[in-house]
T-cell receptor
Framework: GAGVSQSPSNKVTEKGKDVELRCDPI?????LYWYRQRLGQGLEFLIY????????KSGLPSDRFSAERTGESVSTLTIQRTQQEDSAVYLC????????????FGPGTRLTVL | QKEVEQNSGPLSVPEGAIASLNCTYS??????FFWYRQYSGKSPELIMS????GDKEDGRFTAQLNKASQYVSLLIRDSQPSDSATYLC???????????FGTGTRLKVLA
């Protein structure tokens, strides 16, 4: 595709529900990143994929967060038993290579937990 | 703890002036540096990347890198109201995948 796409663009859920966020990277990009951005804050690294393996999950805030990636394609970020503090914009980025290469961001998913 | 520091602003400049945005980083092993622009409610978009000491120009934008001082800057010439946004600086240590992002500087260009 022309760019990184994410869905849904907005998600409103009730506390305690599970949510699944999707990211479609740029075709051919081997690396994929998930970030969280709370209102008025900077980017918080969550997880990185090289192909379908995740060498670094250190940014995942708790075991309620998980992510997977199919080959060098779609990735899903799942948040179980959502809490109000999970409310944020979740951004996905992809890059052609993994090391110090330009990351291109998707439009983000705005998650609101009531 | 590897860090990238930016003044949060807002930095206010009049239309047509030069806006100067600054960034310092703590990891001397950083080799690649990026400036992203983020409009309110939108995702970051790449403005410039810079890898070598010195200046790199692209249109109205000039990125400057000084590895000895661990300092990166972005100059925006002939600033326009449409340049009003938050500018994020990122550093990538050599051989790693992980960007370290600053918290951003909010720029306001006054018409």
């Amino acid at each position: 595709g022309a760019g990184v796409s994410q869905s849904p663009s907005n998600k409103v859920t009730e506390k305690g529900k599970d949510v699944e966020l999707r990211c479609d990277p740029i075709s051919g990009h081997t690396a994929l990143y998930w970030y969280r951005q709370r209102l008025g804050q900077g980017l918080e690294f969550l997880i990185y994929f090289q192909g379908n393996s995740a060498p670094d999950k250190s940014g995942l805030p708790s075991d309620r967060f998980s992510a997977e990636r199919t080959g060098e394609s779609v990735s899903t970020l799942t948040i179980q038993r959502t809490q109000q503090e999970d409310s944020a914009v979740y951004l996905c980025a992809s890059s052609l290579l993994s090391t110090a290469d330009t990351q291109y961001f998707g439009p983000g998913t705005r998650l609101t937990v009531l | 703890q590897k860090e990238v520091e930016q003044n949060s602003g807002p930095l206010s400049v009049p239309e047509g002036a030069i806006a100067s945005l600054n960034c310092t980083y703590s990891d001397r092993g950083s080799q690649s540096f990026f400036w992203y622009r983020q409009y309110s409610g939108k995702s970051p978009e790449l403005i410039m990347s810079i890898y070598s000491n010195g200046d790199k120009e692209d249109g109205r934008f000039t990125a400057q890198l000084n590895k000895a001082s661990q300092y990166v800057s972005l100059l925006i010439r002939d600033s326009q109201p449409s340049d009003s946004a938050t500018y994020l600086c990122a550093a990538a240590p050599s051989g790693t995948y992980k960007y370290i992002f600053g918290t951003g500087t909010r720029l306001k260009v006054l018409a």
